[in-house]
């Protein structure tokens, strides 16, 4: 669901990519952790369906200062764009080409449109992953989990079952 599967450079947009470009640069750190851009602006928009104020509350609840939203910046900085940072550039080319190899079962939640998992990369993943089965959630974007969670949950029990039968 939503990871990543080659670097963001390849696919994002420009807007998104001079999104990820700001948040990984001088200002990136008070974007994140000051104004705590994620969870107030972006965990919102990159969710088809309203949040309650609960379920908010849950994402941003141990996220309550500046010093704990350190990790949500240090990922932002380790997302693989234009083959910065080199480590984590080599570990997504590398785990890419592993999954290609691999014979044993994977199940794959997707949405439409996506973010990480734009329609160009997901198709790669059907064509190019053996042993894949593919599971369409319906409309999402990035954080599908919370988009259809029956489906996935009902996918995912089955999916299970079936490798226990």
């Known amino acids: 669901m939503e990871g990543i599967i080659q670097d963001i450079g ?3 947009d420009k807007n998104t990519l001079d999104f990820f470009k700001q948040l990984r640069g001088e200002n990136g750190w008070k ?4 104004d705590n851009i994620f969870l107030n602006d972006v965990l919102p928009t990159w969710v088809v369906r309203d949040f309650t104020k609960d379920e908010l509350e849950a994402y941003k609840s141990p996220f309550k200062t500046v010093n704990s ?3 949500i910046w240090k990922f932002v900085s380790q997302v693989p764009l234009n083959g910065k940072p080199e480590l984590t550039s080599f570990i997504v080319k590398n785990y890419r080409e592993k999954l ?3 014979t044993i079962s994977k199940l794959f939640f997707y949405a439409e449109p996506g ?3 734009p329609e160009p990369v997901r198709n790669w993943i059907i064509e190019n992953i053996p042993n894949t089965e593919a599971v369409n959630i319906g409309s999402g974007t990035h954080f599908i989990q919370e988009d259809n969670p029956e489906l996935i949950s ?3 029990k089955d999916w299970i079952s079936k490798l226990y039968a």
């Open 10 to 12: 390849s696919y994002f």
């Open 31 to 34: 974007m994140i952790a000051e």
């Open 69 to 71: 939203r350190k990790p």
């Open 100 to 102: 290609q190899q691999s």
């Open 115 to 117: 973010a990480f998992m």
């Open 154 to 156: 009902s996918k995912l």
